[in-house]
């Protein structure tokens, strides 16, 4: 609780805000996955890289990797960044880019995103909606941002600024968080109004939603149906840990329950055909239980899109 106090303190000192008038000009065309009729993926990762070109354990239709790891690298593990864009469609899913801060955005930065994007003919680029950074010193975590009007506006102006360097939407994650930050309005409300004011993409991870929904006391299946479907540019599913009889964590280290499938069952009842991309950020001993939660949601998929 300090820690998130002091974080307040530094967000309300820090007072330089961007305020360009931007639009955006491309549409997202992603048409290299989409020639699939269901499109599963899964999170690249260095700790199962050769997995990703055996064909024995796991087969997904694309991946997502994260520029900040890649961006810059020479050497062997360039050479197997070129070896995933030869055999697999990409999607980049940002760590660093922190639209809620109050610094400037880092413009270098998103530029080098833009040429990485470019190199690997890359149509999506998607980032949390929190916050990371404050004082030009990254945090190494995703806060949340205060859920008000003047963070909506604050956050909508940043995301302009983004789409109109990279000239294409930016897709934006909401994120799992375990106390929100002077919260003035509902969450559901706070991320609807960002997609409206900022007229950007959706990533809609459904595990996020399913955590957040159990550690504030909220509708989970109303949270979804209240959100603008039309604007989710991809799904992302995920595990989770129960620690106590009222807290989870959003580890993507485990398995994916019950509860998460059927409310993306319900979630993709609800809407049109995208791709889903299943997380798994360590835990790597059952690489078959990954194909099989692949395979569980394509079968989801399947039953709602076909
Ligand atoms: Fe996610």
Redesign the pocket.
Known sequence: MVFYLAIIIIIRITTTITNDKLSVNQQSQFSEIMKKDINIGLGFKKEIDEEFFSNNTINPDFVEVAPENWIGLGGYWKQVLNKVADKYPIITHGLSLSVGSYDDLDIRFIKQVKSFMNEYDIDIYSEHLSFAKTNNAHLYDLLPIPFREDSIKHVSERIKQVQDIINKPLVI?NVSYYTSVEQEILEIDFIKEILHQADCKMLL?VN?VYVNSFNHNYDAYDFIKKLPLDRVEYI?M?GHKKVSDNLIIDTHGESIIDEVYKLFDYTTSLMGNVPVLL?RDFNFDDIKGLQYEMDTMREICKNNWI
């Open positions: 994650e991870d996020n992302h995920a997380e």
